[in-house]
């Protein structure tokens, strides 16, 4: 009965029923034929499967993404990014990419990274005179950073299901989306010096230091709060004066970006202190984003609220039931043996680590073209898991692996669903976006090496910090 | 959410700065299952915030507040179906028709279609039969019963029955479906 399981879960799938009814529905499928169990375990599985404290991180990851994506604080980040990088050679092709890594993971999906900030950069872009492949092709390579550079909701998903720890995850992803980004900044400095781009800024020390100096702020801020920690002063106190004197100099200085970038900071460095857990991580990180935008700049309206609400309940519902649906089937591909044969069959031709990495780089680059990022970790984490433990792969490289080929396989030609959305979004042929993003999978393929040989780039900084 | 793309005035301004517009909110299309869902998940919201509060400003953290959130979101996620099918939102492969002849495509649409309305409504169901045998199960921390809960899911595959039932008509009426044309998606994203 195994064959009507994976069969009908394969043709569903592939004919576009809904990817968490292909799962839920072949279950049915087999429940029904097999006769073992009443069919309404599907529904008590289901809602058990997302019956869970730390599935609680997922919704408010999205809604602080949703907060921060609105015009205020967009206009601040994308003005730091041009004060530090816009007079470089080929400046907003830099802004693009620092802008995202900025913005990185903050918001539910790739997808829709691409169609929001996307349309703001490439019509920025646009106006000051890039052609539309070089755009297009930037804005589509720097989205994939959103997600390795933590917060990510893929990483949440992947945490869950490989049962490794968020935090231990998020601090892989940070070299990593450094690596990403440095390699990405050299291949636009490249397209710069061949086409003989000037900045798009004129160059003012005064704006540059501005930005030198919030970043050092940003960077500062949670050093200072430790060190004062470690010399004895209270936790609550050192907290309370820190954030006080925060926003003070914000009021006095007139930050940019600060603010908002310390979002992440505070984020990660909470839970990497284990001062909160992931979900209270998330449920902060919207407090401080509300604070921002309801009170601080005041540039959200009830009215933005209620819509940033409602698209993070459908980000959410759309996960979740793939959470949920996940949970029956992946549950049925371990009690009928499916992950064990899929682990005898991987290992009976390949025992070394470095051939199997390859392999699964492959495979993963060609689910992610035709799935949803988290989608597709739901289905294949289960079904890879036991080969990496018998290979002793560490999960948390594995988990940075996976989650930069999915992104890498969203915008790889010929049918990567960013390609699409973008194509959309410049008013571009298929073909043409094809040939805008191809030389950006250079660096990106470079960089998937890299991370895919040299697990030291992933592992360093968790272990550094003791995880 | 950022309108700028419609817009005449250029993002960056003479002195360098930028100055992207958000697109003019639109609530009206907005149904009965997306406000029932949004009270489940401001419920959830506000009952994980008391429990940071608790924890961190009065250092004892309210046990039951765990376990009604778990709840909440199942609620949340469960609506948040109905409303997610009403908009064809759920996560799909459509690489299919882009192969296909499109009447092809509108064949295989229709029985996807098909293959939805019959998910949903055996799940209702199914969700009726499990209320039935698991009648006495109370929560953990709350004197509650636990079919509260599987209630609320089951009005949710209910309503996502009926949406999809709408879906169907809908994409027979107008003669194609996301799945034939995801581009009418993403055009409501930007």
């Known amino acids: 009965m195994v064959p009507a399981l994976l069969g009908s879960f394969l043709a569903m799938m592939s004919t576009g029923v809904p990817v968490a009814i292909s799962m839920a529905g072949s279950a049915l499928v087999y429940i029904l034929l097999t006769g073992d169990l009443p069919p309404f375990v599907v529904v008590h599985r289901m809602i058990s499967g997302i019956d869970s404290f730390p599935l609680l991180a997922v919704p408010f990851f999205i809604m602080a993404g949703n907060l921060m994506n609105n015009a205020g604080i967009t206009n601040r980040i994308y003005n730091?990014?041009?004060?530090?990088?816009?007079?470089?050679?080929?400046?907003?092709?830099?802004?693009?990419?620092?802008?995202?890594?900025?913005?990185?993971?903050?918001?539910?999906?790739?997808?829709?990274?691409?169609?929001?900030?996307?349309?703001?950069?490439?019509?920025?872009?646009?106006?000051?005179?890039?052609?539309?492949?070089?755009?297009?092709?930037?804005?589509?390579?720097?989205?994939?950073?959103?997600?390795?550079?933590?917060?990510?909701?893929?990483?949440?998903?992947?945490?869950?299901?490989?049962?490794?720890?968020?935090?231990?995850?998020?601090?892989?992803?940070?070299?990593?989306?450094?690596?990403?980004?440095?390699?990405?900044?050299?291949?636009?400095?490249?397209?710069?010096?061949?086409?003989?781009?000037?900045?798009?800024?004129?160059?003012?020390?005064?704006?540059?230091?501005?930005?030198?100096?919030?970043?050092?702020?940003?960077?500062?801020?949670?050093?200072?709060?430790?060190?004062?920690?470690?010399?004895?002063?209270?936790?609550?106190?050192?907290?309370?004066?820190?954030?006080?004197?925060?926003?003070?100099?914000?009021?006095?200085?007139?930050?940019?970006?600060?603010?908002?970038?310390?979002?992440?900071?505070?984020?990660?460095?909470?839970?990497?202190?284990?001062?909160?857990?992931?979900?209270?991580?998330?449920?902060?990180?919207?407090?401080?984003?509300?604070?921002?935008?309801?009170?601080?700049?005041?540039?959200?309206?009830?009215?933005?609220?209620?819509?940033?609400?409602?698209?993070?309940?459908?980000?959410?519902?759309?996960?979740?039931?793939?959470?949920?649906?996940?949970?029956i089937f992946g549950w049925l591909l371990t009690a009928t043996r499916v992950t064990d044969m899929v682990a005898m069959w991987t290992l009976s031709f390949t025992h070394t680590p470095w051939v199997f990495l390859l392999l699964a780089n492959a495979l993963m680059l060609f689910v992610g073209c035709f799935l949803e990022p988290t989608a597709a970790i739901l289905i294949l984490v289960p079904v890879l898991m036991p080969v990496i433990q018998q290979l002793g792969i560490d999960p948390v490289h594995f988990g940075l692996i996976m989650v930069l080929n999915l992104m890498i396989g969203l915008l790889h030609p010929p049918m990567g669903m960013v390609l699409f959305v973008l194509a959309r979004v410049a008013n571009l042929s298929i073909e043409r976006t094809t040939m805008a993003i191809l030389p950006w999978l250079v660096p990106l393929l470079l960089s998937l090496a890299l991370i895919t040989y040299v697990p030291q780039i992933s592992l360093w900084l968790p272990h550094a910090l003791g995880y | 959410m950022n309108g700028a793309a419609e817009s005449a005035a250029p993002v960056i301004d003479e002195s360098g700065h930028f100055h992207a517009e958000d697109a003019p909110i639109e609530l009206s299309h907005y149904t009965i299952e997306d406000w029932i869902s949004f009270a489940f998940f401001w419920a959830l919201a506000l009952t994980v915030f008391y429990q940071f509060f608790t924890r961190y400003v009065i250092n004892d953290s309210a046990a039951w507040t765990e376990e009604i959130a778990r709840y909440l979101l199942i609620c949340t996620v469960f609506i948040g179906i109905a409303a997610t099918t009403r908009r064809s939102r759920h996560i799909q492969v459509d690489f299919l028709y882009r192969l296909v002849p499109q009447r092809a495509g509108r064949v295989i649409a229709t029985v996807v279609d098909g293959v939805r309305i019959a998910f949903f409504a055996y799940m209702s169901v199914l969700t009726w039969q499990m209320m039935g045998k698991m009648g006495n199960y109370r929560m953990t921390l709350i004197d509650l019963p636990m079919n509260a809960v599987y209630a609320v899911c089951g009005i949710g595959f209910v309503l996502a029955a009926i949406r999809s039932l709408q879906v169907m008509i809908e994409n027979a009426r107008r003669g194609y479906s996301v799945l034939e044309r995801p581009e009418i998606l993403i055009d409501e994203t930007l």
């Not at chain 1, 918001?107 to 490439?122: K, N």
């Not at chain 1, 989205?143 to 998903?157: E, K, M, N």
């Not at chain 1, 010096?193 to 970043?215: C, Y």
């Open chain 1, 80 to 327: 730091f990014a041009l004060s530090l990088v816009g007079w470089l050679r080929g400046g907003l092709g830099h802004v693009n990419i620092l802008g995202s890594v900025i913005f990185a993971g903050m918001s539910g999906t790739a997808i829709a990274d691409a169609a929001g900030l996307g349309t703001i950069e490439i019509k920025a872009m646009k106006d000051h005179g890039y052609d539309m492949e070089f755009s297009v092709g930037v804005t589509a390579a720097s989205a994939t950073l959103g997600p390795i550079i933590p917060p990510s909701l893929p990483f949440v998903i992947y945490a869950m299901m490989a049962n490794v720890s968020v935090g231990q995850l998020f601090l892989a992803g940070i070299l990593p989306g450094v690596v990403l980004a440095i390699l990405m900044m050299l291949t636009v400095a490249w397209f710069a010096h061949k086409h003989k781009w000037g900045g798009d800024i004129r160059f003012e020390w005064r704006r540059v230091s501005k930005a030198v100096i919030e970043l050092g702020v940003v960077i500062a801020f949670p050093l200072v709060m430790w060190g004062a920690i470690k010399l004895g002063l209270a936790f609550n106190l050192a907290l309370v004066l820190g954030f006080v004197l925060l926003f003070v100099a914000d009021w006095r200085f007139r930050f940019d970006a600060v603010m908002p970038i310390m979002t992440p900071v505070l984020l990660i460095g909470g839970m990497t202190t284990g001062v909160f857990t992931p979900t209270e991580g998330a449920i902060a990180a919207c407090v401080w984003a509300l604070i921002l935008g309801l009170v601080w700049y005041r540039t959200m309206t009830w009215r933005m609220l209620v819509k940033v609400a409602m698209d993070t309940i459908e980000t959410t519902s759309t996960v979740m039931f793939i959470v949920a649906a996940a949970s």
